[in-house]
């Protein structure tokens, strides 16, 4: 089993800048990919970035690519979410997963998931 824990989140005005973080626990060397995505009121779950553990290679919205950063800390076992120049458009609850997605932006076929954390995004 693999634990996922956010933490982070919180109001900041346009323009700002945030990092979540997501503690993962667990059989985490099983874990193929670990995605970020997103949820905000009244709109469809959104891909938002994800990473690749066997080719360390990163993937990215396009809403946020450029102002958004995916990383991980494999000593703290943690995967961080850099945001910055952020918009109001942004806010949402932030939600990081892992497992072995079929396709990596599509949050379905992720297996694990973290509890969430809001971000809001003052103008």
């Known amino acids: 089993q693999v634990q996922l824990v956010e933490s982070g989140g919180g109001l900041v005005q346009a323009g700002g800048s945030l990092r979540l973080s997501c503690a993962a626990s667990?059989?985490?060397?099983?874990?193929?990919?670990m995605g970020w995505f997103r949820q905000a009121p009244g709109k469809e779950r959104e891909f938002v970035s994800a990473?690749?553990?066997?080719?360390?290679?990163?993937y990215y919205a396009d809403s946020v690519k450029g102002r958004f950063v995916i990383s991980r800390d494999r000593a703290k076992n943690t995967v961080y979410l850099q945001m910055n120049s952020l918009k109001p458009d942004d806010t949402a609850v932030y939600y990081c997963?892992?497992?072995?997605?079929?396709?990596?932006?599509?949050?379905?076929?992720?297996?694990?998931w973290g509890q969430g954390t809001q971000v809001t995004v003052s103008s």
């Open positions: 997963a892992a497992g072995y997605p079929s396709y990596y932006t599509q949050a379905g076929t992720y297996a694990y």
């Open positions: 990473i690749i553990w066997s080719t360390y290679t990163t």
């Open positions: 667990g059989r985490t060397f099983s874990s193929y990919a």
